[in-house]
């Protein structure tokens, strides 16, 4: 099993080819595994580790009978990539877990023998687990939303900066905004099965997997990049277009000639005409050769792989006149030609998929579309507990709900919310909402971006007094704070009980003393204001005792 093996991948398995175990399952309920009458864990890191192990032998006998799951069980393979399956699964936690539903019966392991070099060992559901249990609600958490992979295509553990953070932070706003969808694929090839869509008979669909994440290539953020981990990413193109997103049809505009056109723009330049278009050459042979050239580090390389895609004899002679024809027709951009550039615009091209989508949900153009009307509903054990309605009308959101104070009658509330349009300053528009609150006969009227419904009605933060969590925090809670921020900036864990975090590579000596320092001085602050809060408490204490004893000696004497 590969570092690549983080990524549940969405396609066919072949039959006799094993499935790597991962760590991405999680069941909403913990009661399904009730049902197999297992031992009680040792601890919850071994709880997780052995409900991973189920789920994946239930999921993989679902999706092909009788079908594998590899696993390694080298002690070195463990040591690394752990920010991707997370620390409940380790060497000491998923082959213990392994070993002992298999003497239990529920689990059919075939292990290999130590040495065994190019076999791992495997594991399958048995019929036992298959009546016993059945896939509970499943959701998919691919627990690292950044990954880095080195050039033999594993992941490698890397340590957070200010740039991985906020990476993480916007993919973080795109995945919620996608939690929000309905997406629904209306094909009469499509078939629900289980927690599985099945897509004719030779592809599988996870309506679980709604969480994008970045992957970047040959260890450094400046390669790839690119979005990965929907299920409608892995739709076969010829039904792409049945799949609605809240009910509405789509629409998949394509970008024709996209890296040539990111090239000629790079120097300056416009693209003119066709970009395969190479007289004596079929266009398709030509797009092929244009984007190994483009993908190729080194001329060599290039070559032999164009040579490789005419095949026959003398493929390499006409590889080679090809080559030059392209250079011929593209003489501006031959510089980038079997330089590796490829993989430089892809991580240009993310992150201009990046901006598409933040701006998308910046401008909230899913809610704000002329008669536009939908809703949302909180739940707790299964059963709706609050929900809110609310549609477009004209300039105006309205909202729609029930609400009851102080134990009062319940009341119906139907609140018309004004929103304007600002331009911003490098073009486009921006929605803001007008409160509609009036606070001692003076109407609000304040542009905001986000309303409160502290009581009755949505209104701004200032007409319900809320302050910002800010500014509740004196010089000491500001102090721990700024510690903690830079301790994570670093790469280390928030709180003054967690260890310093090393330098970090490429960062200066004095630049590290410096933050060291001033983590330093400011845990100091905070913990003499804990010395004082805690002497404090002892005085409050010891006056209270005096006074209960004082309370009894009267008593006594009475």
């Not at 499509?190 to 004719?200: I, N, S, Y």
């Not at 929907?230 to 039904?239: A, E, F, G, R, V």
Request: aromatic share 10%; glycine share 6%; proline share 5%.
């Amino acid at each position: 099993m590969s570092g690549a093996t983080a990524n549940a991948s969405i396609r066919e398995w072949e039959p006799r080819r094993d499935r790597p175990l991962c760590f991405h399952w999680k069941a909403v309920d913990i009661d399904w595994i009730k049902s197999l009458d297992l031992p009680l864990p040792r601890n919850f890191k071994h709880a997780e580790a052995r409900a991973s192990v189920l789920l994946e032998a239930l999921i993989t006998n679902l999706v092909a009978p009788g079908q594998w799951v590899s696993y390694s069980r080298r002690k070195e393979w463990w040591s690394n990539g752990t920010r991707y399956r997370g620390t409940s699964y380790s060497y000491a936690t998923v082959l213990p877990a392994v070993d002992e539903l298999a003497a239990l019966g529920v689990l059919e392991h075939d292990r290999k023998p130590s040495g065994n070099l190019g076999w791992q060992s495997r594991f399958r559901a048995t019929e036992l687990l298959q009546e016993r249990a059945k896939i509970p609600t499943v959701i998919y958490d691919p627990v690292e939303l950044i990954r880095l992979k080195d050039r033999d295509d594993k992941l490698n553990d890397y340590r957070d900066t200010n740039n991985t953070i906020s990476m993480r932070r916007r993919l973080e706003e795109i995945n919620e905004a996608l939690s929000a969808a309905d997406l629904e694929l209306h094909a009469p090839t499509a078939k629900h099965d289980g927690m599985l869509l099945r897509v004719g008979n030779d592809h599988v669909l996870y309506p679980a997997m709604r969480t994008l994440y970045r992957i970047f290539n040959r260890g450094s953020f400046s390669y790839g990049g690119r979005f990965y981990g929907t299920w409608w990413q892995q739709i076969p193109k010829k039904i792409r277009p049945q799949l609605l997103i809240d009910g509405e049809p789509t629409i998949e505009h394509d970008y024709p000639q996209l890296h040539p056109n990111m090239l000629y723009a790079q120097i300056g330049a416009r693209l003119e005409g066709d970009a395969y278009a190479v007289d004596g050459w079929p266009r398709n042979l030509v797009k092929v050769a244009f984007n190994i050239l483009v993908n190729a580090e080194n001329h060599d390389s290039a070559l032999r792989a164009i040579a490789l895609e005419i095949g026959g004899e003398g493929a390499y002679a006409r590889a080679t006149s090809l080559i030059e024809a392209i250079k011929l027709r593209h003489p501006t951009i031959t510089r980038v030609f079997h330089s590796d550039a490829g993989i430089r615009l892809q991580r240009r091209d993310a992150d201009m998929a990046e901006t598409i989508m933040r701006r998308l949900i910046r401008f909230r153009a899913g809610c704000l579309w002329a008669g536009y009307c939908g809703g949302w509903e909180w739940t707790r054990d299964g059963e709706r507990v609050a929900s809110i309605q609310f549609w477009r009308k004209g300039d105006r959101l309205v909202l729609s709900y029930r609400v009851r104070q102080h134990d009062g009658e319940w009341q119906d509330v139907e609140q018309p919310t004004p929103i304007i349009w600002m331009p911003c300053r490098f073009g486009g528009a921006r929605p803001y909402f007008i409160c509609p609150g009036i606070v001692n006969g003076i109407a609000c009227g304040r542009r905001v971006t986000k309303l409160y419904g502290a009581a009755a009605y949505f209104l701004c933060r200032h007409c319900y007094r809320l302050p910002y969590a800010s500014q509740r925090e004196d010089r000491y809670d500001r102090a721990l704070h700024r510690a903690n921020n830079i301790r994570m900036r670093l790469g280390g864990k928030s709180g003054i009980a967690s260890l310093f975090p090393d330098r970090p590579k490429g960062m200066h000596h004095k630049t590290y003393e410096h933050l060291q320092s001033a983590v330093l001085s400011a845990e100091i602050l905070a913990q003499e204001r804990l010395v004082t809060v805690l002497a404090r408490l002892q005085r409050r204490e010891r006056r209270s005792e005096r006074r209960t004893a004082g309370r009894l000696s009267k008593e006594f004497w009475r």
